[in-house]
């Protein structure tokens, strides 16, 4: 009880769980970064590959990976369609941050930052799950 309601700590996954929500945010967030990171040398890169490259990495079950490569191909085909089409320039991927203020520290990682057109900084947190409860 200790551990689970005050510390808040939970139990980790056996090494044979199927890939969780983290496994599919982990994954995500590699692709895109490498993606971005190839849209750098390349404007023209293509995320498919970038997506079919880390899957194959990761050695990801076929079952998994024939049930779950549709629905994230068609989520990253749609972030690289916003991207093209956006006005924004992408400036930074995975950066992190810190700084104090009035002597407290602050500190964390953007998952994207785009320049604006007014010459502004716009932070993207990608999202792979369900939205947040209003709770």
Request: glycine share 8%; hydrophobic share 40%; proline share 7%.
């Amino acid at each position: 009880f200790y551990a689970e309601r005050i510390l808040r700590l939970r139990e980790w996954d056996g090494l044979d769980a199927k890939p969780g929500p983290a496994w599919h945010g982990t994954t995500a967030h590699t692709i895109l970064q490498r993606w971005h990171e190839a849209r750098q040398r390349d404007p023209a890169a293509a995320i498919g590959p970038i997506m079919a490259a880390v899957l194959d990495e990761e050695n990801t079950h076929p079952l998994l990976r024939a049930l779950w490569e549709p629905r994230l191909s068609a989520a990253l085909e749609w972030v690289a369609a916003e991207v093209g089409a956006s006005d924004r320039e992408v400036i930074a991927v995975e950066a992190k941050g810190d700084m104090r203020v009035e002597g407290v520290r602050v500190h964390g990682r953007a998952d994207r930052l785009d320049r604006t057109p007014g010459g502004g900084i716009a932070i993207v947190d990608y999202k792979v799950g369900a939205p947040p409860t209003p709770r």
